[in-house]
């Protein structure tokens, strides 16, 4: 199978909603009037992003997810994206699984992949996700004042529980129950798409956790020049794995190095003014998307970790992911 018919077979599928699909040297989207384009693109590396051997179809939905996270993150709708993909050999099943992990998540937020690029070499995934919002009503970064609440989407911490796992550094091993819903959470994650949308007007700022809790708010700490404060218990009681805590024997800090310090959970990390509360929350209800408090912005910098008591916890090992340190 040649480049073409692989592209013709696996990622051209009839257009709906753009004016132009998949072979033609662009791809023509339809924008309403006076709506802004939301662009966002992530690359998803073998061996760096993701296991060699991770199912092709999880692999799929989290190649869009990830793209689809930045989108919530800003409060746009999704429109569509594109797909660059360099694959080391024609792999028919994998092919197969890759495309339908990925068209299924399309579909499930009515989007279509319009084009792309294919190439021979080491298998890397790069997508472009187009999106709009109305002017003036993307969520930034910037934006957080002091007083204000910070909250989280969903659950935070049991995608690095499963990451651990899977190189060897929990002991003794995970039950499987935990160990299958936390590589669920790893390998599939949900963007927050519906909840991005809803905090349009409520939260003063966003952004999605893709390299752990601490250092990506800190890029709201730092467009914002303000200060957190977390409640650590408030974090911890969002990660999934946390309800099996008496069964697991996770040392202290081995719980928060995953909740404050662990990648790949593509929730929305947001602040909103403490008098919005009933409005996060609606918010949150219209999404069907759980939200939890956990702590609040503070005026000067840095963050501030606190326990149970309101003691401020030392700084260990919990700065995040960055790929060049
Ligand atoms: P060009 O020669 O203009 O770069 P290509 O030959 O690379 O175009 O691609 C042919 C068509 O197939 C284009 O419309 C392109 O957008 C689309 N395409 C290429 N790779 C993919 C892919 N992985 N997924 C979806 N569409 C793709
Ligand atoms: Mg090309």
């Given at each position: 199978m040649g480049e073409f018919d692989l592209i013709a077979h696996y990622f051209t599928r009839p257009v709906r909603r753009a004016a132009l699909g998949v072979g033609d040297d662009c791809a023509l989207l339809r924008i309403e009037p006076g709506m802004q384009l939301a662009v966002s693109s992530d690359m998803l590396v073998a061996g760096r992003h993701f296991f060699d051997d991770v199912n092709p179809v999880h692999l799929g939905h989290k190649s869009l997810a990830v793209n689809l996270s930045d989108l919530a993150a800003s409060g746009a709708r999704p429109l569509a994206f594109t797909l660059a993909l360099s694959l080391p050999a024609v792999d028919e099943p994998w092919l197969k699984g890759f495309a339908q992990g990925l068209l299924a998540l399309a579909d499930a937020h009515d989007i279509e992949l319009v084009g792309g690029d294919t190439t021979h070499g080491p298998l890397n995934i790069c997508i472009t996700a187009f999106g709009e919002v109305p002017p003036g009503k993307a969520l930034l970064?910037?934006?957080a004042l002091p007083g204000d609440d910070i909250w989280v989407s969903g659950t935070l911490g049991d995608a690095r529980l499963a990451l651990d796992a899977a190189l060897g550094k929990i002991d003794p091993p995970l039950?499987?129950?935990v160990l299958d819903a936390a590589r669920e959470r790893l390998e599939c994650p949900t963007p927050r798409v519906a909840l991005g949308m809803a905090?349009?007007?409520i939260a003063s700022s966003a952004l999605d956790l893709s390299d752990g809790l601490l250092g990506d708010l800190t890029h709201i700490l730092e467009q914002s020049q303000v200060g957190a404060q977390i409640d650590a218990d408030a974090a911890l009681q969002t990660m999934a794995a946390r309800a099996f805590a008496p069964a697991l024997r996770l040392a202290d800090t081995q719980w928060l190095?995953?909740?404050?310090?662990?990648?790949?959970?593509?929730e929305l990390a947001f602040t909103a003014p403490a008098a919005l509360r009933v409005a996060v929350q609606d918010a949150a209800c219209s999404a069907s998307t759980r939200v939890t408090r956990i702590g609040s912005i503070t005026a000067g910098h840095g963050i501030r970790v606190l326990d149970a008591n309101g003691r401020a916890l030392p700084r260990q090992r919990w700065d995040s992911f960055d790929h060049f340190a």
């Amino acid at each position: 199978m040649g480049e073409f018919d692989l592209i013709a077979h696996y990622f051209t599928r009839p257009v709906r909603r753009a004016a132009l699909g998949v072979g033609d040297d662009c791809a023509l989207l339809r924008i309403e009037p006076g709506m802004q384009l939301a662009v966002s693109s992530d690359m998803l590396v073998a061996g760096r992003h993701f296991f060699d051997d991770v199912n092709p179809v999880h692999l799929g939905h989290k190649s869009l997810a990830v793209n689809l996270s930045d989108l919530a993150a800003s409060g746009a709708r999704p429109l569509a994206f594109t797909l660059a993909l360099s694959l080391p050999a024609v792999d028919e099943p994998w092919l197969k699984g890759f495309a339908q992990g990925l068209l299924a998540l399309a579909d499930a937020h009515d989007i279509e992949l319009v084009g792309g690029d294919t190439t021979h070499g080491p298998l890397n995934i790069c997508i472009t996700a187009f999106g709009e919002v109305p002017p003036g009503k993307a969520l930034l970064r910037s934006g957080a004042l002091p007083g204000d609440d910070i909250w989280v989407s969903g659950t935070l911490g049991d995608a690095r529980l499963a990451l651990d796992a899977a190189l060897g550094k929990i002991d003794p091993p995970l039950p499987p129950e935990v160990l299958d819903a936390a590589r669920e959470r790893l390998e599939c994650p949900t963007p927050r798409v519906a909840l991005g949308m809803a905090l349009r007007g409520i939260a003063s700022s966003a952004l999605d956790l893709s390299d752990g809790l601490l250092g990506d708010l800190t890029h709201i700490l730092e467009q914002s020049q303000v200060g957190a404060q977390i409640d650590a218990d408030a974090a911890l009681q969002t990660m999934a794995a946390r309800a099996f805590a008496p069964a697991l024997r996770l040392a202290d800090t081995q719980w928060l190095e995953c909740v404050l310090a662990g990648g790949d959970d593509y929730e929305l990390a947001f602040t909103a003014p403490a008098a919005l509360r009933v409005a996060v929350q609606d918010a949150a209800c219209s999404a069907s998307t759980r939200v939890t408090r956990i702590g609040s912005i503070t005026a000067g910098h840095g963050i501030r970790v606190l326990d149970a008591n309101g003691r401020a916890l030392p700084r260990q090992r919990w700065d995040s992911f960055d790929h060049f340190a």
